[in-house]
């Protein structure tokens, strides 16, 4: 029997989390877990500013990974190893959670494990059930759409991605630009509730275009058309919610479906479907990608509302897992952070979709 006891900190966008989590012959358990969200500080501005997020992480990182630690109930000296998101990120944010990360490894002796957030995400299924490995992986967030052939730990095939924005950013601008709050999915979503899907006759961009790649660009401008030309009430707001809504599950079931497809004629044996990351929490995206799943005989495998926002125990169960596996890099601590980390880098080197630059490439 193995186990391994690893704290993991997220710093990468405007939540600072740490969390232990112990992996015990492949089952991971969550000792503790902590996050501090900045809501309130970045809600005057309708988005995530850089700076203060990187500001707010350094006031209070040193202040978090204390309280997990003291949760969870396991002594400094007793951890197998520290990880941290590493990449990709606001690279301000992501600094303050690796340099933290280090000077704790630094002063235990422990390794530091250095942790792609997406990687985080695609392996967030598996703190609260068996997931087995090979496995489609629907990552859908603020600032990733794409889908993954998730074969083994470290073993990530990129099939499709956005070429230009990621849903959960459509959702953040069209509740900026209707000024119904932030974070924006949850904004969308609850005013959605109340509102007709049917309503608005909203595009659902590439589902004519074979292939696994989306673009959500298009379907942001037809609702910002329609606020600009039009004096909406509750009610009306409440209507372009749901029909935008309605598009981009539409978008994701569509294509959820080919990326089945595509990945059932390379696989034998059992076939799952995971979804992860932050837009995973929504309800009506949750029900179409289910539905998808059971047309082609398959489950929809999703984490716990808890852990599809990002959260430090994902990033505990990679090091775990990487630790387990042998899978850690002798001079973690030289590594430096990465504003840009794909989870497939080669198809990201070699078929960029949407550019690249000094920082790396994206996607």
């Known amino acids: 029997m193995t186990s391994v006891t690893v704290l993991g900190i997220e710093t990468s966008c405007d939540e600072t989390a740490a969390a232990v989590v112990r992996l015990h012959d492949g089952r991971a358990e969550v000792l503790s877990e902590v996050v501090r969200t900045q ?3 970045h809600a005057p501005y309708g988005g995530v500013v850089p700076e203060i997020a990187a500001r707010a992480h350094a006031e209070i990182a040193d202040e978090i990974v204390a309280l997990a630690i003291e949760q969870s109930g396991v002594e400094l000296g007793a951890l197998d190893a520290i990880a941290a998101t590493s990449g990709p990120g606001l690279i301000g944010g992501v600094m303050v959670g690796m340099m933290t990360g280090k000077a704790i490894a630094q ?34 967030s603020g600032g990733h759409c794409q889908f993954i052939a998730v074969r083994g730990l470290g073993d990530y095939t990129r099939m499709g991605t956005t070429i230009d924005d990621a849903a959960g950013e459509a959702f953040d601008k069209l509740a900026k630009t209707l000024g119904i709050g932030f974070p924006g999915g949850p904004a ?30 298009g379907l942001k401008t037809a609702a910002a058309r ?60 949750r029900k179409a990608l289910d539905e998808t799943a059971k047309k082609v005989g ?26 387990a596996a042998g899978l850690v890099l002798d001079d973690g601590l030289d590594f430096a952070a990465r504003p840009r980390w794909p989870l497939d880098e080669q198809s990201a080197l070699s078929n960029p979709i949407y550019g690249g630059g000094k920082k790396g490439a994206k996607a």
Do not use: W
């Open 298 to 323: 398959t489950v929809l495998i999703a984490p716990p509302l808890r852990h599809c926002t990002d959260n430090a125990a994902m990033i505990a169960l990679a090091g775990a897992e990487r630790l």
């Open 188 to 217: 969308v979503e609850q005013l959605a509730q109340q509102g007709d899907p049917a309503r608005f006759d909203l595009p659902r961009p590439l589902l004519k275009r074979p292939g696994l790649d989306m673009s959500f660009a």
């Open 107 to 140: 002063a235990t002796g422990k390794p530091f494990i250095p942790i792609n957030h997406l990687e985080g995400h695609a392996l967030s299924p598996r703190l609260s059930q068996p997931c087995a490995f090979p496995y489609l992986l629907l990552l859908v």
């Open 39 to 41: 809501i309130e500080e």
């Open 226 to 285: 329609i606020v600009e030309a039009h004096t909406l009430d509750h009610q009306d707001q409440a209507d372009l919610c749901a029909s935008y809504q309605a598009a981009i599950a539409d978008c994701l079931a569509v294509k959820t479906g080919r990326a089945l497809e595509a990945f059932t004629a390379n696989q034998d044996g059992d076939i799952r479907l995971v979804v992860a990351g932050g837009v995973a929490a929504n309800q009506t995206i």
